[in-house]
């Protein structure tokens, strides 16, 4: 299991299981990741949204021709989508 953040040039940050298939890549069950702002005291969190939850074995597949980076996410952020999204195993 390779837990991945990728952005795509449409701007999304999706999360997910990655396995790279030549040239393409394929996300198991993919979330996207929101920067959101507290109406209380305007200070930044983020969301996990599942993505494209409705398909099949709920794994998409992605070309590599719109993937601008990928990137390990922060143990924060693993720790968050392994919980609800993972096995639940999480890092110290």
């Given amino acids: 299991m390779t837990i991945q953040i990728v952005k ?3 701007g999304e940050e999706l999360i997910g299981d ?3 298939n030549g040239n393409s890549y394929e996300i198991k069950k993919p979330c996207a990741l929101q920067m959101m702002v507290s109406r209380a005291d305007g200070t ?3 969301s996990i949204i599942p993505y494209a939850f409705y398909v099949e074995n709920h794994t998409i597949n992605v070309s590599a ?3 601008i980076w ?3 996410p922060t143990d924060e952020v693993y ?3 392994n919980r609800i999204f993972g096995s639940g195993i ?3």
């Fill in 65 to 67: 021709d719109f993937v």
């Fill in 18 to 20: 990655l396995v790279t």
């Fill in 44 to 46: 930044p969190s983020m």
């Fill in 8 to 10: 795509l040039t449409t």
């Fill in 79 to 81: 720790n968050q989508y």
């Fill in 70 to 72: 990928l990137a390990k």
């Fill in 90 to 92: 999480q890092l110290a």
